[in-house]
């Protein structure tokens, strides 16, 4: 079992910057995959940035040049930082923690607002 818990969530004005960062812990593996998702109220979840053990990233198209998702492997610990905040980011931020033909693991969920 892996037990996730997010963190860093909350209101921002429009350009505004967060931090996001999801703590893993349970039966992690270092060959691991870890990434944070969203979903908007009426929307589907949809793939916001996912990065592997050692460290190959993936992003969507409308988060490029400004979100970053990085990973501290000692601390099981997965951040995105995110930059020049828009309205259309606001969403519930989930993280996600899977490995290859094996269980997927969510967290709870955090709240990002972005509104003047």
């Known amino acids: 079992q892996v037990q996730l818990v997010e963190s860093g969530g909350g209101l921002v004005q429009p350009g505004g910057s967060l931090r996001l960062s999801c703590a893993a812990s349970g039966s992690i593996f270092r060959i691991s995959n870890m990434g944070w998702y969203r979903q908007a109220p009426g929307k589907e979840r949809e793939l916001v940035a996912t990065?592997?053990?050692?460290?190959?990233?993936n992003y969507a198209d409308s988060v490029k040049d400004r979100f970053t998702i990085s990973r501290e492997n000692a601390k099981n610990t997965v951040v995105l930082q995110m930059n020049g905040l828009k309205p259309e980011d606001t969403a519930v931020y989930y993280c996600?923690?899977?490995?290859?033909?094996?269980?997927?693991?969510w967290g709870q969920g955090t709240q990002v607002t972005v509104s003047s």
């Open positions: 990065i592997s053990n050692p460290g190959t990233t």
């Open positions: 996600k923690y899977w490995r290859a033909f094996g269980p997927v693991y």
